[in-house]
């Protein structure tokens, strides 16, 4: 999961979400959870995701990346 800053766009309720600059993360992977941070340079860069300064290399195949509210509460189970 990458938690970052949204803001309600229109009278509907799109979101506009903030996936450039840095912020909290969640990974689920092979069964563990790490926390981590992301960090995304640019609108052309990748997001980079990392613990402790290391880059947290992902499992090749499909991947999954949910983007949440910095003030939505997710719980993990």
Do not use: C, P, Y
């Not at 969640?26 to 995701?49: H, L, Q, Y």
């Not at 991947?63 to 719980?75: A, F, H, L, R």
């Amino acid at each position: 999961m990458q938690h970052v800053d949204t803001q309600v766009v229109d009278e509907i309720g799109r979101l506009d979400m903030d996936t450039v600059g840095q912020g909290k993360a969640e990974i689920v992977m092979k069964g563990n959870r790490i926390e981590g941070k992301w960090n995304k340079k640019n609108k052309n860069s990748r997001t980079i995701f990392k613990k402790d300064g290391e880059e947290i290399l992902l499992q090749g195949g499909k991947i999954w990346v949910e983007v949440v509210n910095n003030k939505t509460s997710v719980e993990i189970n």
